[in-house]
């Protein structure tokens, strides 16, 4: 299989190549040429196989071009070595739970996936660059992912003050290593812009290398999918009533994923895009335009996103018709305030803790869901991630001290000279 650009369907590239370059020219982004669709047994005995087994067979049609299926087996094993539990929270409602891996958000999974798949393809060869931009969850998870991969160097900018102590603390912690994590004065949006404009800088580009970590990058999209696979199985082991699926959405690299994984056949009712107040994607499912605009603070800071860098693959995915996305895909906007109450609530009535992001999606899942329907909404990080909201909520929580002494930090302004002084 080829990895095709969103820009230009001419440029083809291996997986290897999509993998290694993290973007395609002009700033498309690299999607499957064609998406392969299960057998129809595959679901009729998903019970009977294990999170591995699905796991490989539904990534080996994308890779095998680039990797063979035992080296897929064993970079899948490193990815998949903690569970993604879907939990009952009230009535029909459902967490699937992706924070159990160690910087304890669903990124670990696309981290530790790109990272295996970096060291799988670098043998050898000099040294890479990654530059990747954080709101919080992904620089912690690319840490952890990369910290000590041989061959690789990570620079990853966060926004300053913006992100919560303790994935400041994930990003920093890693002193004396591969791993450094650098402190822009602005906001997530202009993070990301500063890794545009030096992925565009082809003299940079050949001098170190670079490569993307965000979720531009397809080795974070695919492995995304497989906890839809995991929950679909989950649920059928005890209903079958059609499923909805609310996610937590930011740059819309989780919720692409899942319309990938219902392309090749799971059978998810509808997805619905949980957005906070950045609600660039809940205003293009009402007007059918597209309006990108800064971002704004929330508590759940890691969906402060005020251009998705994913919009252009959904684009891709649904032909640019704003009435397929409709048909598949409900959105909703949520305040910080309600974000508040359903912590709250959730905890006092059903005992089970959110973190905003979380609550985000479970407020979105309630409005949407027929009677007839069980809902899910992805818990993408752990509420200890985020104690500093939870406690604005449920005040009784204890508090957790997070120790930044010991922590190696680099601070620039909000401009691509100093970005360049550092790299
Ligand atoms: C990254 C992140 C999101 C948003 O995910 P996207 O794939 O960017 O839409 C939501 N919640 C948490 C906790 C995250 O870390």
């Not at 539904?58 to 569970?83: G, R």
């Not at 759940?300 to 252009?312: I, L, R, Y």
């Amino acid at each position: 299989m080829k990895f095709i650009s969103t820009k230009n369907t001419d440029e083809k590239v291996s997986f290897r190549e999509a993998v290694l370059k993290g973007m395609a020219i002009n700033k498309g982004l690299f999607m499957p040429e064609i998406i392969p669709v299960m057998e129809k047994n595959f679901f009729s005995k998903l019970g009977n196989l294990s999170d591995l087994d699905i796991a490989t067979k539904v990534i080996y049609p994308f890779v095998e071009e680039s990797i063979a299926q035992n080296d897929l087996l064993e970079i899948l094993k490193k990815t998949l070595s903690f569970p993604t539990p879907v939990v009952h929270v009230a009535g029909r409602v459902y967490a699937l739970e992706l924070f159990h891996g160690p910087t304890q958000a669903f990124k670990d999974i696309g981290a530790r996936f790109m990272a295996g798949c970096f060291s799988h393809f670098r043998n050898n060869q000099k040294k890479a660059t990654i530059l990747v931009a954080t709101s919080g969850d992904t620089g912690s998870a690319v840490a952890h992912g990369f910290h000590q991969v041989d061959g690789v160097e990570v620079v990853i900018l966060f926004p300053k003050g913006k992100v919560s102590p303790y994935q400041e603390y994930q990003m920093t912690s890693i002193v004396n290593s591969n791993i450094r994590a650098i402190e822009v004065d602005g906001t997530f949006d202009d993070c990301q812009a500063l890794v545009k404009q030096a992925f565009a800088d082809k003299a940079l580009n050949q001098q170190l290398s670079l490569s993307s970590a965000n979720s531009i990058n397809i080795a974070r999209l695919l492995p995304q999918m497989l906890y839809y696979f995991f929950a679909w199985k989950q649920i059928r082991q005890f209903s079958s009533k059609p499923i909805v699926i609310s996610v937590p959405s930011g740059n819309f690299g989780n919720l692409t994923a899942g319309i990938i994984a219902k392309r090749m056949g799971l059978p998810i009712e509808r997805f619905i895009a949980a957005n906070n107040i950045n609600n660039t994607f809940t205003k293009y499912m009402e007007t059918g335009r597209y309006m990108p605009k800064p971002s704004v603070s929330t508590y759940s800071n890691a969906m402060d996103v005020g251009a998705p860098s994913n919009f252009e693959r959904l684009m891709h995915l649904f032909g640019n018709n704003p009435d397929a996305i409709r048909n598949e895909i409900h959105s909703y906007s949520i305040d910080d305030e309600h974000t508040l109450d359903e912590i709250r609530q959730v905890y006092k009535s059903h005992n089970y803790k959110l973190d905003p992001h979380g609550a985000v999606g479970k407020i979105c899942l309630t409005k949407d869901l027929n009677v007839n329907e069980l809902g899910v909404f992805l818990e993408t990080a752990h509420p200890q991630k985020f104690n500093e909201v939870v406690r604005l909520a449920i005040p009784m929580l204890p508090d957790s001290e997070v120790d930044l002494s010991g922590c190696a930090k680099v601070s620039i302004g909000n401009n691509y000279m100093d970005l360049l002084k550092i790299l």
